[in-house]
T-cell receptor, first 112, second 115 residues
Framework: AQSVTQPDIHITVSEGASLELRCNYS??????LFWYVQSPGQGLQLLLK??????LVQGIKGFEAEFKRSQSSFNLRKPSVHWSDAAEYFC??????????FGAGTTVTVRA | EAGVAQSPRYKIIEKRQSVAFWCNPI?????LYWYQQILGQGPKLLIQ????????DSQLPKDRFSAERLKGVDSTLKIQPAKLEDSAVYLC?????????????FGPGTRLTVL
């Protein structure tokens, strides 16, 4: 069965600084990978997804993620963080059954 | 376009009581999901509907949880009787079709506290 590990429970970053969130997955075949963001009191919103092709994918809100098969990773990055990026971020993996398995999430705090 | 609606947003009950949550998906979305999100964990799928039929309820604790999707639109999730460990946020999501990786759109969730 597929699974996702997000090693960092909480990250604090200064506004304007770069951000990288780690995600490692476990799945025997080519995974379908997703990043979602959950702002306080809101539902999850899809930031980006990887199915195949170019391993660097661009998403909404200035986020990007890179798929590295050799490292079983799909890390999320943003070059310059805004205060509105404070939220919880979830990595998810899909197998062939079109269902998603989510990681435990990383909470991002942005300091002024 | 209107998003996924859920009510109530918050609910506090005592253990052994019953509770029901309601979800109205995005119009035209055939697939509806209920997830349970326990504090400190990611969402876990409880049940998936395709129109008004159940596709997957393997993670639903059927001795106390039940769900239905009337006429393939709105859905209700019920817990009877509730236990302390049911305290969580219950998320509803919908997508055009569950037979591919169409984007799932999530509602704001219902936060349940069981005392």
């Amino acid at each position: 069965a597929q699974s996702v590990t997000q090693p960092d429970i909480h990250i604090t970053v200064s506004e304007g600084a770069s951000l990288e969130l780690r995600c490692n997955y476990s799945y025997g075949a080519t995974p379908y990978l997703f990043w979602y963001v959950q702002s306080p009191g809101q539902g999850l919103q899809l930031l980006l997804k990887y199915f195949s092709g170019d391993t660097l994918v661009q998403g909404i809100k200035g986020f990007e993620a890179e798929f590295k098969r050799s490292q079983s990773s799909f890390n999320l990055r943003k070059p310059s963080v805004h205060w509105s990026d404070a939220a919880e971020y979830f990595c998810a993996v899909g197998a062939g059954d079109y269902k998603l398995s989510f990681g435990a999430g990383t909470t991002v705090t942005v300091r002024a | 376009e209107a998003g996924v609606a859920q009510s109530p947003r918050y609910k506090i009950i005592e253990k052994r009581q019953s509770v029901a949550f309601w979800c109205n998906p995005i119009s035209g979305h055939a697939t509806l999901y209920w997830y349970q999100q326990i504090l400190g964990q990611g969402p876990k799928l409880l049940i998936q509907f395709q129109n008004n039929g159940v596709v997957d309820d393997s993670q639903l604790p059927k001795d106390r949880f039940s769900a239905e999707r009337l006429k393939g639109v709105d859905s209700t999730l019920k817990i009877q009787p509730a236990k302390l460990e049911d305290s969580a946020v219950y998320l509803c999501a919908s997508s055009l079709d569950g037979s591919s990786y169409n984007e799932q759109f999530f509602g704001p969730g219902t936060r349940l506290t069981v005392l």
